[in-house]
């Protein structure tokens, strides 16, 4: 049972281009959870999502930060016109459907604004 | 709004047992964790305990749980130059069971 897959592993983006981040959950996951680490701290939540739902939204940023999981296909965090500090590593964990249960990550990516 | 704190720094000689704490703010959190990091990777689940709990034990790991200072810890026995990474406490948030807050991080240091 593979994990959670995150990729690109790292990515480099100019001031104002558009960063796209992909994340496939485990199997059988069917919850999505978005975070963001800065360096030197510990990871801020930004996203929930189900198939096809944005079920809480409020750590992400309100202008240039989008995110989806569609039916088919991975969860989707997207980037426009980022910026020095969007500079970070961002994080994909998932659970199952059942609540209460333990999220877990994906070896998340890290994007670099030159 | 929801804190939670861990010292950033631990050194421990290889063979010894490692306590790493934490304390957090929100008093209705169902469930703590603890997550492990390696250099450049993403984070390990290493265990996690409910919060009617006082104790649990997994190998090498026991984390206890003081609900009434809100002080939770995880010790590592018989601490291995591989057990080196930074460590995250995390509790769920007051108005959700799925959004973690986590800590800072303790960064563990195994000399050999």
């Known amino acids: 049972n593979a994990g959670v897959m995150q990729n690109p592993r790292h990515l480099v983006r100019r001031r104002g281009q558009e960063a796209r981040l992909r994340c496939s959950p485990m199997?059988?996951?069917?919850?999505v959870y978005w975070y963001r680490q800065l360096p030197e701290e510990g990871l801020k939540f930004m996203v929930y999502?189900?198939?096809?739902?944005?079920?809480?939204e409020s750590g992400m940023p309100k202008e240039r930060f989008s995110a989806e999981f569609p039916k088919e296909g991975p969860s989707i965090l997207r980037i426009q016109q980022v910026v020095r500090g969007d500079s970070a590593a961002y994080f994909c964990?998932?659970?199952?459907?059942?609540?209460?249960?333990?999220?877990?990550f994906g070896p998340g990516t890290r994007l670099l604004v030159l | 709004g929801e804190d939670v704190e861990q010292s950033l720094f631990l050194s421990v000689r290889e063979g010894d047992s490692s306590v790493i704490n934490c304390t957090y703010t929100?008093?209705?959190?169902?469930?703590l964790y603890w997550y492990k990091q390696e250099p450049g990777a993403g984070l390990q689940l290493l265990t996690y305990?409910?919060?009617?709990?006082d104790m649990k034990q997994d190998q090498r790991l026991t984390v206890l749980l003081n609900k009434k200072d809100k002080h939770l810890s995880l010790r590592i026995a018989d601490t291995q130059t591989g057990d080196s990474a930074i460590y995250f406490c995390a509790e769920t948030a007051m108005d959700s069971s799925y959004k973690l807050i986590f800590g800072s991080g303790t960064r563990l240091l195994v000399r050999p």
């Open positions: 305990i409910f919060s009617n709990m």
């Open positions: 929100d008093s209705s959190s169902t469930y």
């Open positions: 999502l189900q198939k096809e739902n944005i079920i809480d």
């Open positions: 964990a998932s659970s199952p459907p059942e609540r209460g249960l333990a999220q877990y």
């Open positions: 199997k059988g996951h069917s919850h």
